[in-house]
């Protein structure tokens, strides 16, 4: 069975750098796509940003293009989430997912984590 544990969030001030990793365990991570979700109080859960098995397909949503870096190190089996000029809006909880196929969607990830709050204050 795979397991996502995500760390790294905590309170943060506006305009300052955050890293949250992904640990995948019972699986390689080189085995699966992997992605980044969040949810915000009250909204829905949206996707941030997916890595191919590869790394050479990155996609990003449009509200965090240019300020967040996704990244893999499958010698590791981890996952990063590099999340520079944060701002109020992206304060949310961040979910590490692994699945088959490069998506923006959530119903096309099989496996997730627990999540790891990230606040940003202005």
């Known amino acids: 069975q795979l397991q996502l544990v995500e760390v790294g969030g905590g309170l943060v001030q506006a305009g300052r750098s955050l890293r949250v990793s992904c640990t995948v365990s019972g699986r390689p991570s080189v085995v699966y796509v992997m992605c980044w979700f969040r949810q915000a109080p009250g909204k829905a859960r949206e996707f941030v940003s997916v890595?191919?098995?590869?790394?050479?397909?990155?996609n990003y949503a449009d509200n965090v293009k240019g300020r967040f870096t996704i990244s893999r190190d499958d010698a590791k089996n981890m996952v990063y989430l590099q999340m520079d000029s944060l701002k109020p809006e992206d304060t949310a909880v961040y979910y590490c997912?692994?699945?088959?196929?490069?998506?923006?969607?959530?119903?096309?990830?099989?496996?997730w984590g627990q999540g790891t709050q990230v606040t940003v204050s202005s």
């Open positions: 997912a692994a699945g088959s196929q490069v998506a923006t969607t959530k119903e096309r990830y099989a496996y």
């Open positions: 890595i191919s098995r590869s790394g050479s397909s990155i």
